[in-house]
């Protein structure tokens, strides 16, 4: 798993930074839904109604926020179902600096892994985890066949903090094959090598394997090229921001998140990685013995 080190590396520039070019109102920093929307905000937030929905999210349930960002999902749960409470698990600090800055009602949060962390004297109605899967797995987890016994953990992680009827809205970037050239190498070891260390993604066969007799998939869609569309609206809003990025973080700064953006954006546009978008309901039990 990304240690709180490798989450500091890239989350941790400034929150203020981030502000420059994610959503004004949730400050999502993950693949926004653009079927029907036509700016960054509506995206955003028709992303954040899929993810409650395929968790199943009532009104007033205790929902987890695994891989919580700036809170901005657990904002607009509590906006939008009466009487919810969310927490949610960061490994950064300032992200959850920020949370607890904001005092936003029935929303909690803190620094630290789903592997440390159990709910204490209740469970959780539902679930949500949009995009933290990939830090959970290392490239060297990887290269040992170790990232679906990762998985399966954290699966296992799931039904032990939830009730029965809980279920899981999961938002994942996975690959879908190895590299097809150069450019393709080189952006996937600057991602994860310079942008986002300690991580690894998953295949969906990966995930298929992790959830066997634990969940089932209910529903699940595809939206690679919605993520492409977004780092275009996010390196869009660096570039407007630019004279401001120089003047507080430097050409350093500037000049990765654009080399970022770009890689990418490339990788979504040619397939060699997809977004998942997933419901997971637990499973139940399908044998039947006769006496």
């Known amino acids: 798993m990304a240690t709180q080190l490798d989450i500091e590396s890239h989350y941790d520039v400034d929150n203020d930074f981030f502000s420059l070019f994610l959503d004004e109102k949730y400050r999502v920093y993950t693949c926004a839904v653009w079927e029907n929307a036509s700016n960054l905000q509506q995206a955003q937030e028709a992303k954040l109604a899929r993810i409650c929905k395929f968790a199943n999210v009532q009104n007033g349930d205790r929902v987890v926020d695994v891989g919580c960002g700036w809170g901005g999902l657990m904002k607009y749960i509590v906006e939008n179902y009466a009487d919810t409470t969310v927490h949610g698990l960061t490994l950064s600090p300032k992200q959850t600096q920020h949370i607890l800055s904001e005092n936003v009602k029935n929303v909690t949060a803190e620094t630290r892994s789903w592997e440390h962390y159990q709910p204490k004297n209740t469970k959780f109605d539902a679930i949500v985890s949009v995009c933290a899967l990939e830090h959970f797995a290392t490239v060297e987890d990887q290269s040992k066949s170790l990232q679906r016994d990762i998985y399966k953990s954290f699966f296992d992680w799931?039904?032990?903090?939830?009730?029965?009827?809980?279920?899981?809205?999961?938002?994942?970037?996975?690959?879908?094959?190895?590299?097809?050239?150069?450019?393709?190498?080189?952006?996937?070891?600057?991602?994860?090598?310079?942008?986002?260390?300690?991580?690894?993604?998953?295949?969906?066969?990966?995930?298929?394997a992790a959830i066997i007799d634990k969940y089932e998939i209910s529903?699940?869609?595809?939206?690679?090229?919605?993520?492409?569309?977004?780092?275009?609206?996010?390196?869009?809003?660096?570039?407007?921001?630019?004279?401001?990025?120089?003047?507080?973080?430097?050409?350093?700064?500037?000049?990765?998140?654009?080399?970022?953006?770009?890689?990418?954006?490339?990788?979504?546009?040619?397939?060699?990685?997809?977004?998942?978008?997933?419901s997971l309901k637990r499973a139940k039990p399908i044998r039947v013995f006769l006496g």
């Open 219 to 278: 529903s699940a869609t595809r939206i690679g090229m919605d993520y492409a569309r977004t780092l275009v609206e996010w390196k869009r809003n660096l570039e407007a921001a630019r004279s401001d990025v120089l003047g507080r973080y430097g050409q350093d700064v500037y000049d990765h998140h654009i080399h970022y953006l770009d890689a990418a954006r490339r990788c979504f546009e040619t397939e060699y990685t997809d977004l998942y978008q997933i």
């Open 158 to 208: 799931c039904l032990e903090v939830s009730t029965d009827d809980a279920q899981i809205g999961l938002q994942t970037i996975i690959i879908t094959r190895p590299p097809n050239n150069i450019t393709e190498l080189r952006d996937s070891r600057f991602l994860l090598e310079k942008v986002f260390p300690g991580s690894a993604l998953s295949s969906i066969s990966d995930i298929q």
